[in-house]
């Protein structure tokens, strides 16, 4: 991971902002830096190389590495008792991790104070909000947003320090896999409008109940200064009431701040309510009711019920941030999917919908619904894989996909993985025909996979494709693609 600074930096003004002690070997204080980056092989002259210290992987043992390539200057724990000698330079803190959220934190009270952030959480879909936000608001404001997966305490921080000084607003997303990790995010950035959009299974392994994730995620209003604003989705039993029913451990949500609630189930005490919500070809359309009168007919070229979601959230944001109805209209129809997120592709007459980034539960069930809508009346295949980080739930978490792609109408069902199966399961046991379904193994399969999927596909079919990220489920798509082009 390497970024480029958007403003140079001497050592004596980053170990100031770090909070480190700066050592000096044969460099003078006034050297300046231009990048920043984790991976010692990423180190050169010019560069900060942060030894990271990790659960398996040690920075600091590569600091000798960096050194080698060029790299000088180290922001570290420790200085190496073997390693970088001559011409170097040392910014030493306690924690590296922490460290980082320290520049970020710096700069946000220095020369970006006037910037306005936007962060973005939930269990699933936060990229998805971000890129549509982002959409919407670059059509008023001068805009910030990173692409990839920037989200973590070591990403984000590191992507703040790239953003450049004229910028007006930033979109940034937030994501954890533990309690503290969203607090430490968002007291580093300082966000004024904070969206939390839903509560979901992802990180069951790690946090044990969705009441945890809940709490985890309303982390995020830690950040949030006076008169800051938190979105919420208000058709979430766990954020509708802020969590007040969660026991003793309450989420942290400051006073002074406004919490507003996003609703596509009807409520009327909603701040924003999606509404008519209809599907039309090549996207969604919906009435969105706000604080400020009812906005008629949006569109976001993109199928499916999430998307509407997140288009929602994206048009309460940009209303908050002082857009007009015309340029929320306009940012939401010039809206594009990130790279494997619904990506539509039709090939020979076959249409593939490649979602292949990341899946749970409720983003499985999304797709398999746009699927569904997409199709219309021509043949729908799923391909379904494995989902991660579910804990001890992670059965019975796949077996409900299965029971909603046969309850969904799914003519074919093909599983890859060992868990992937047990989505199999679910179908059959809902009343699929195990004709209907194909299950296969892991990654050793998809090249069988994929010409079993071509020996049986025909014009008009849709197939989806998703999995979690671990499964590559991608490669698995281009073999098909290759084949179809023939």
């Given at each position: ?24 070997r044969h460099l003078s204080e006034e050297t300046t830096v231009t990048h920043i980056c984790t991976d010692s092989r990423e180190a050169d ?442």
């Open positions: 991971m390497k970024i480029t600074l958007a403003t140079p930096l001497a050592l004596h003004t980053l170990a100031a902002m770090a909070g480190g002690e700066l050592t000096l002259e010019g560069t900060l190389f942060c030894a990271i210290r990790g659960e398996r992987v040690d920075g600091h043992n590569y600091m000798a590495k960096a050194a080698e390539l060029g790299g000088r200057v180290f922001l570290c724990e420790r200085i190496p008792e073997e390693g970088p000698s001559e011409s170097c330079a040392f910014i030493v803190v306690e924690d590296t991790v922490a460290a980082l959220s320290a520049l970020a934190l710096s700069r946000r009270e220095g020369e970006m104070r006037e910037l306005s952030v936007v962060a973005i959480t939930g269990s699933v879909g936060k990229t998805t909000t971000k890129e549509m936000t982002a959409a919407v608001l670059s059509v008023g404001k001068t805009l910030f947003k990173k692409e990839g997966n920037f989200n973590s305490t070591i990403g984000l921080p590191l992507s703040f320090m790239e953003i450049p000084a004229t910028t007006e607003c930033a979109v940034l997303e937030m994501g954890m896999s533990g309690r503290g990790e969203i607090a430490a995010m968002t007291q580093a950035v300082r966000p004024r409008i904070a969206v939390v959009a839903n509560i979901g299974s992802s990180h069951l392994e790690y946090l044990g109940t969705r009441e945890n994730i809940a709490r985890a995620k309303l982390e995020i209003a830690m950040g949030l200064p006076e008169g800051g604003t938190l979105l919420i989705n208000g058709d979430e039993p766990l954020l509708a009431k802020l969590g007040q029913d969660f026991g003793e451990d309450l989420p942290v949500i400051p006073e002074g701040i406004h919490v507003l609630r996003v609703s596509l189930a009807g409520d009327a005490n909603a701040d924003y309510r999606a509404m008519n919500i209809t599907s039309r070809e090549g996207g969604m359309v919906f009435d969105l009711a706000t604080p400020h009168g009812v906005w008629r007919e949006l569109f976001v070229p993109s199928v499916g019920g999430h998307f509407v979601w997140a288009a929602s959230f994206a048009a309460a944001v940009s209303q908050l941030s002082g857009l007009t109805e015309g340029q929320v209209r306009e940012g939401l129809s010039s809206y594009r999917p990130a790279a494997m997120r619904q990506d539509i592709r039709e090939i020979g007459g076959i249409t593939l919908m490649v979602d292949c980034y990341n899946a749970a539960p409720e983003s499985m069930k999304a797709a398999l619904s746009a699927l569904s809508l997409i199709a219309g009346s021509h043949r729908r295949i799923a391909v379904l894989g494995d989902m991660k980080e579910l804990g001890e739930n992670t059965v019975a978490l796949h077996r409900s996909v299965g029971v909603f792609a046969a309850e969904g109408g799914i003519d074919l069902l093909i599983t890859v993985g060992e868990l992937g199966a047990e989505i199999a399961t679910g179908a059959v046991e809902a009343g699929m025909s195990p004709d209907a379904v194909r299950i296969t193994g892991g990654k050793d399969t998809y090249e069988t996979t994929a010409d079993y999927l071509k020996s049986i596909l025909r014009q008009g079919d849709h197939v989806l494709f998703k999995a979690s990220r671990s499964m590559a489920l991608e490669t698995m798509v281009e073999a098909v693609s290759a084949g179809l082009d023939n």
